[in-house]
């Protein structure tokens, strides 16, 4: 029986070029997105076994929703990439508007929480697994314009590591910084600059076998992606 990945946030960027190339190493692959046309392409990209399913992370019902679906047909995760996250509109933080700021809030710390309080428990009943808040750069350091996103991805680190202190053995919980990557995020902040730095595709080729190989033995870990 293969492992079990569960992507938030799996139809662009890193999302969809983890989910195809963990589909290709074996895996099966659930993953959602806000999109619903994007989630049709990842079904036909990617169909059974692989559950793909409509969910806004910011939204507990939908998420509880997403984690019945995926609990019901393919059963409790191996790995738990909490990957969807977005990121501010280049501004200094007096000028970010109060629903710019809470929906940043709401994605990237609120999602991470909803989707923990959903799939956590059958791990913990099976007794393994891996969850994987993503972090970034900006979550160990800082830059101007984009400080709602840095302290979403502060507030992730120090919440993984709280996590990992709670966790019975066989577990493990770990803040990982991607790196930096020419993504649609990335282009947002660097502009064309952002196609200096490798693309998602080529990011997953070594990242997914890293994600693969974490264990029980680094809960706690503030790791970077090679």
Request: overall charge neutral; proline content about 5%.
């Amino acid at each position: 029986m293969s492992k079990v990945v569960v992507i938030t946030g799996c139809t662009r960027g890193l999302g969809r070029a983890m989910a195809e190339r963990f589909a290709a190493d074996g895996w099966t692959v659930a993953g959602c997105g806000r999109s619903g046309e994007s989630i049709a392409e990842m079904r036909h990209a990617l169909p059974d076994p692989h559950v793909f399913a409509t969910c806004d992370v910011s939204q507990p019902t939908t998420v509880a929703g997403f984690c019945g679906e995926v609990l019901a047909t393919v059963g409790a995760p191996d790995l738990l990439l909490n990957n969807a996250a977005i990121i501010n509109a280049n501004a200094a933080l007096w000028e970010v508007t109060e629903e710019e700021f809470a929906r940043v809030i709401d994605i990237n710390i609120k999602g991470v929480h909803s989707m923990i309080r959903q799939l956590l428990p059958p791990m913990i009943k099976r007794g393994s697994g891996v969850i994987v808040n993503f972090s970034s750069g900006w979550g160990r350091s800082t830059s101007p314009d984009v400080a709602p996103y840095c302290a979403t991805k502060w507030a992730i680190e120090g919440l993984t590591q709280a996590l990992s202190q709670e966790l019975p053995r066989g577990l493990a919980a770990v803040a990982l910084n991607p790196g930096i990557i020419d993504t649609e995020m990335l282009r947002s902040c660097f502009g064309k600059g952002a196609g200096a730095y490798a693309n998602a595709v080529e990011w997953a080729r070594t990242a997914v076998p890293f994600l693969q190989k974490l264990s029980a033995n680094d809960n706690g870990g503030a790791l970077t992606a090679p």
